[in-house]
């Protein structure tokens, strides 16, 4: 996860990867921009290259993810490592390159996968770096989870008031997630999920897949079915309830930065209703 720039956006040369990087995680192929990976991510023939903000957190996930045992059922890119045995250079990571895309509205084989990757990751501790970690996404966690105080424009805090009155202890037991899957599950030639960009949290499991609800409910047409899909899931409509709050506490900071976005405070805002209305059918 990182904050790009939107000119690194519209020029993603300007984060190319320098030839010294290059060569330490021995790329031979010429480098093509890879769109979607925030603006830092590039492939040379059969690996990838990422520029990371944090050293130790590329690390970690790199020493989580290489030995780590997947099943058939699903795909987890490994990383690789330089000559001199090392998982970051500079800045920059490196992992295998898997030919595979994004398909539309895919959102149940998603969640399907990450229940997948979470039970081989169950039992994997929590990293201390963890308690360092200071992002827009960081800190939108630790609102919805820790009770840290949300910052943002009015009209956002309004929002996040209204959850945190819906809002009920969570007995569930927290692990390593991924804690962003939705936009990053794609599909091999086998139909196979491939799960990338992997954003690691310490939360209840069936929490990474409320995220999954909400991201598709708010944005990528899944309609109001999208908040049921966790039904038949302990405390799922408190699970949806942190979800929310996390994306729209992290908006609320963004918000700060970059300017108040009038369409996807609506967009929240009918994220909050729609889950109130839920709530009140359940009292």
Not at 74 to 97: F, K, L, M, N
Not at 118 to 136: I, T
Request: hydrophobic letters at 45%; charged letters at 25%; aromatic letters at 10%.
């Amino acid at each position: 996860m990182s904050e790009v720039s939107p000119a690194a956006r519209r020029h993603p040369h300007m984060n190319q990867p320098p030839a010294t990087v290059r060569d330490a995680f021995r790329c031979e192929a010429r480098l093509e921009f890879l769109a979607g990976g925030e603006g830092r991510t590039w492939r040379s023939g059969a690996r990838v290259l990422k520029r990371v903000d944090s050293s130790e957190q590329a690390e970690w996930t790199s020493e989580v993810l290489a030995p780590l045992w997947t099943p058939p059922s699903i795909v987890v890119p490994r990383p690789i490592a330089a000559s001199r045995g090392e998982w970051v250079v500079d800045g920059w990571t490196c992992q295998e390159y898997i030919d595979a895309r994004r398909i539309p509205h895919r959102w149940t084989d998603i969640i399907d996968a990450g229940r997948v990757l979470h039970r081989c990751l169950a039992g994997v501790p929590r990293p201390a770096w963890m308690d360092r970690a200071d992002d827009w996404w960081r800190r939108g966690d630790a609102v919805a989870w820790e009770g840290r105080t949300a910052v943002g424009p009015v009209p956002y805090l309004a929002l996040l008031d209204r959850l945190f009155a819906l809002r009920r202890p969570v007995a569930s037991a927290a692990q390593i997630v991924h804690g962003d899957l939705c936009g990053n599950v794609l599909f091999d030639a086998t139909g196979r999920p491939v799960l990338i960009d992997f954003s690691p949290y310490f939360r209840p499991s069936e929490w990474a897949n409320a995220v999954v609800a909400i991201d598709a409910f708010e944005w990528e047409g899944a309609g109001p079915q999208a908040l049921h899909w966790l039904d038949d899931v302990e405390s799922s409509e408190q699970l949806l309830v942190r979800a929310a709050i996390f994306r729209i506490a992290t908006s609320a900071e963004v918000a700060v930065v970059r300017g108040f976005d009038e369409t996807q405070f609506r967009v929240h805002a009918a994220t909050v209703a729609a889950i109130e209305e839920r709530c009140r059918h359940l009292s």
